[in-house]
Nanobody, 121 residues
Framework: VQLQASGGGLVQAGGSLRLSCTASGLTFSSTVMGWFRQAPGKEREFVAAIRWSRDSTLYADSAKGRFTISRDSAKNTISLQMNSLKPEDTAVYYC???????????????WGQGTLVTVSS
């Protein structure tokens, strides 16, 4: 399984970014894909996840109402649309493959490299 995240960058507070994660080498029909983030000096935290087959989603409280996770079956990608960004959203964002729709990092066994999101105030 190979996961490739992209789309990070520098944005002002209140702005938007769209992250993408391309996956290869896996069967999407039974997959859960998630986004996590890790800010400098902090532990990794869950952001959002989606169950591929049912399009069910799960969000961290910090992401609800601002972030939207979605999937594109034709392109084998998942996306994270992030709106109304805040400086506290600054982190390296990782996509990951899991087996259950949870917020627990240990339920996700395959991880991509991260993409840095920096939100300036």
């Amino acid at each position: 399984v190979q996961l490739q995240a992209s789309g990070g960058g520098l944005v002002q507070a209140g702005g938007s970014l769209r992250l993408s994660c391309t996956a290869s080498g896996l069967t999407f029909s039974s997959t859960v894909m998630g986004w996590f983030r890790q800010a400098p000096g902090k532990e990794r935290e869950f952001v959002a996840a989606i169950r591929w087959s049912r399009d069910s989603t799960l969000y961290a409280d910090s992401a609800k109402g601002r972030f939207t996770i979605s999937r594109d079956s034709a392109k084998n990608t998942i996306s994270l649309q992030m709106n109304s960004l805040k400086p506290e959203d600054t982190a390296v964002y990782y996509c990951a493959k899991g087996s259950a729709l949870t917020s627990l990092g240990y339920d996700y066994r395959s991880w991509g490299q991260g993409t840095l999101v920096t939100v300036s105030s």
